[in-house]
């Protein structure tokens, strides 16, 4: 009983947390002047991302045996599998529920058949402009992931050192996203008052870099209990070790990045929520991945290779969506049933 009401405590402290950071990470922002596609991509997606680039880390630097290591490389498959799948499907699924509240509160000589296609996910998420930077996100994604499945399968003497090349082109991505040319947002460009100083019209930069750094922290401890939960909990429902590791832990890892996306869609900033996930998915391609390379054999199991098959789908789905302009909140709902299709394939692996 214990572990369940620390699992819902740690969700709790999690979730608001992650209010707060959000809300420090978009001050943070504008401090930094950076645009506000990239507060997305880079700053809060750094900030979430960086627990479990520690964690992976730690795995395969002091992990006593290839099993302990081998922690690490699981990691850093699960990551992007669940943001792929969970995370927007979550998102979607958030979208779809704004979208039908709107509807129920619309007043009553509003637009029936508008009402009803926008409460069915039938609006598309953005312009083309829209869809074309999201498209170039999945497109840089989609290569670098193919490639490090790909270094997964075979064994050369010198792949080690190709851990130093996902580092490189994390840092090309870095400063495209930093330098590039982001249009302002019509959405979300009034913030809100930072936590730290709630009447101040400008907050100190102490107060902004304060917030942002204890929410970390938080986010830092209270999901790594949240795993230790979700461990144990496992074989108290009936699942094995592998089970929860393979299908559970993935999306417990990620869930400051599910839960910055949730937030950001309640607040209506969606461009913002999409550029979190898209920009953790970057950095779980190459900075894991790159620390998996240079520490462990970097060989994968039946199990880790059906991961990286899925999430090339659930991106592939993605991006012929995004490129052809029909990416909606339906759609992309969907992106959790590649999760499912993942678990289904999972019980004849482990079984």
Not at 72 to 87: D, E, I, K
Not at 234 to 250: D, E, H, Q
Request: aromatic share 10%.
């Amino acid at each position: 009983m214990l572990h369940f009401v620390l699992l819902i405590a740690c969700a709790v402290a999690i979730y608001l947390s992650c209010e707060w950071f959000v809300n420090a990470v978009e001050w943070l922002g504008e401090r930094l002047n950076v645009g506000r596609m990239a507060v997305g991509t880079i700053l809060a997606a750094f900030g979430t991302a960086l627990p479990e680039s520690v964690v992976t880390l730690v795995a395969v630097t002091t992990g006593a045996t290839p099993e302990a290591k081998n922690i690490g490389v699981g990691a850093a498959m699960g990551g992007p599998l669940a943001l792929a799948t969970v995370a927007y499907g979550v998102t979607g699924a958030m979208l779809l529920l704004q979208r039908r509240k709107r509807r129920a509160a619309a007043p009553a000589g509003a637009s029936a058949s508008g009402a009803a296609a926008d409460a069915n996910g039938d609006a598309p998420l953005g312009t083309e402009r829209d869809m074309r930077r999201l498209a170039k996100d999945q497109t840089w994604f989609l290569p670098v992931f193919v490639v490090k499945v790909a270094l997964g399968l075979v064994a050369f003497a010198f792949k080690p050192v190709l851990g130093l090349a996902f580092f490189a082109v994390y840092a090309v991505y870095f400063w495209r996203e930093i330098r590039g040319d982001h249009e302002e947002d019509d959405e979300g460009v009034e913030l809100e008052p930072l936590k730290f100083q709630p009447r101040a019209a400008s907050p100190a930069t102490w107060a902004v870099v304060a917030q942002t750094l204890v929410t970390l922290v938080v986010i830092f401890f209270a999901s790594q209990l949240f795993v230790h939960q979700l461990d144990a909990i496992g074989p108290m429902l009936g699942l094995s070790a592998s089970v929860t590791a393979l299908l559970l832990s993935p999306i417990a890892t990620e869930l400051p990045e599910i839960m910055n996306a949730v937030i950001w869609v309640r607040q209506g900033k969606t461009k913002l929520a999409l550029a979190n996930i898209s920009g953790a998915m970057m950095i779980q391609a190459t900075v894991p991945s790159g620390l998996g390379l240079l520490f462990t054999s970097w060989h994968f199991d039946s199990a880790l290779l059906w991961s990286g098959v899925i999430t090339m789908a659930a991106i592939g789905y993605l991006l012929l969506t995004m490129r052809a302009h029909k990416l909606t909140a339906g759609r992309l709902a969907v992106a959790a049933g590649f999760y499912v299709v993942f678990g289904l394939g999972l019980i004849p692996i482990l079984g």
